[in-house]
Antibody
Framework: QVQLVQSGAEVKKPGASVKVSCKTSGYTFTGFFLHWVRQAPGQGLEWMGR????????NCAQKFQDRVTMTRDTSVSTAYMELNSLKSDDTAEYYCAVSLIPVTDVRAFDSWGQGTVVTVSS | DIQMTQSPSSLSASVGDRVTITCRASQGISNYLAWYQQRPGKVPELLIY???TLQSGVPSRFSGSGSGTEFTLTISSLQPEDVATYYCQKYNSVPFTFGPGTKVDIK
């Protein structure tokens, strides 16, 4: 079955960087885009960006373009999201997600990682 | 970028009630819309894609409709396990923006 397993919780100081991993299994990693979504405490879902797991090409939400790096390692079917210059309002749960729905042009996220809590505090 | 709005932001209804949530896009997105349910403390789950197609395993009391700029999610008979926040999301093009969410609880 499809699994997306994320790395564990992180505590970082303002100005630092964090790198979250998303190890996938149960599907052809290079056949799909892998997305990153975050959720601040008590807030809604925020799409951060996506990576084409085949080519490595990325698209990012404008607010994160200067601070987010998305990469992947196809040899271990794992995607990574690195967020730089952390601020307190980057404290959130970070999710990876993928759309595996076999319908043309449908890109809704039917599989999600379990989430990684990142806390930014001095 | 296209903005997504939802109304109401929260609602309280009785078990068995019909519940309707509206999602609006600032520009037309055809039917490239998904609905998600996020129960308290849980990972979001896909309910509906292509505006009206029920994801496998989702109870038939959930339904979606709409196209273009206005969409609705309906729960035909609210159940206790439906207490959650519901989000719409556009996926016609990046960014794949989510709506702000609608919190549903039991009266």
């Amino acid at each position: 079955q499809v699994q997306l397993v994320q790395s564990g919780a992180e505590v970082k100081k303002p100005g630092a960087s964090v790198k979250v991993s998303c190890k996938t299994s149960g599907y052809t990693f290079t056949g799909f885009f892998l997305h990153w979504v975050r959720q601040a405490p008590g807030q809604g879902l925020e799409w951060m960006g996506r990576i084409d797991a085949y080519s490595g090409a990325t698209n990012c939400a404008q607010k994160f373009q200067d601070r987010v790096t998305m990469t992947r390692d196809t040899s271990v079917s794992t995607a990574y999201m690195e967020l730089n210059s952390l601020k307190s309002d980057d404290t959130a749960e970070y999710y990876c997600a993928v759309s595996l729905i076999p319908v043309t042009d449908v890109r809704a996220f039917d599989s999600w990682g379990q989430g990684t809590v990142v806390t930014v505090s001095s | 970028d296209i903005q997504m709005t939802q109304s109401p932001s929260s609602l309280s209804a009785s078990v068995g009630d019909r519940v309707t949530i509206t999602c609006r896009a600032s520009q037309g997105i055809s039917n490239y819309l998904a609905w998600y349910q996020q129960r308290p403390g849980k990972v979001p789950e896909l309910l509906i894609y292509a505006a009206s197609t029920l994801q496998s395993g989702v109870p038939s009391r959930f339904s979606g409709s709409g196209s273009g700029t206005e969409f609705t999610l309906t729960i035909s008979s609210l159940q206790p396990e439906d207490v959650a926040t519901y989000y719409c999301q556009k996926y016609n093009s990046v960014p794949f923006t989510f709506g702000p969410g609608t919190k549903v609880d039991i009266k």
